[in-house]
């Protein structure tokens, strides 16, 4: 079993910044989604256990995800935020055994962006 803790959400103005995180209990990839109302969810971005990096194409250059293994805590740095970026984020966490995936997901946290 896997447990995420995220904190970091809340409601910034256009232009802002925000810097979300994630805890595990468990050394694992992990990433963040996000799920805009009316919308699928979306990936944001993965960082694997070893720091490899994958992004959502259209936040490269705005949005960095970290880790910090010793911790097991992934951080998602939102810079620039635009209205558009509104959305309750999720952390994922991917725990693989014998060949079968499992996600694990946290409660979300919401963020706003206003215009």
């Known amino acids: 079993q896997v447990q995420l803790v995220e904190s970091g959400g809340g409601l910034v103005q256009a232009g802002g910044s925000l810097r979300l995180s994630c805890a595990s209990s468990?050394?694992?990839?992990m990433g963040w989604y996000r799920q805009a109302p009316g919308k699928q969810r979306e990936l944001v971005a993965t960082?694997?256990?070893?720091?490899?990096?994958n992004y959502g194409e259209s936040l490269k250059g705005r949005f960095f995800i970290s880790r910090d293994n010793a911790s097991n805590t992934v951080y998602l740095q939102m810079n620039s935020l635009k209205p558009e970026d509104t959305a309750v984020y999720y952390c994922?966490?991917?725990?693989?055994?014998?060949?079968?995936?499992?996600?694990?997901w946290g409660q979300g946290t919401q963020v706003t962006v206003s215009s």
């Open positions: 994922n966490a991917v725990l693989v055994v014998d060949g079968t995936r499992r996600d694990y």
């Open positions: 960082i694997t256990t070893g720091g490899g990096l």
């Open positions: 468990r050394r694992l990839a």
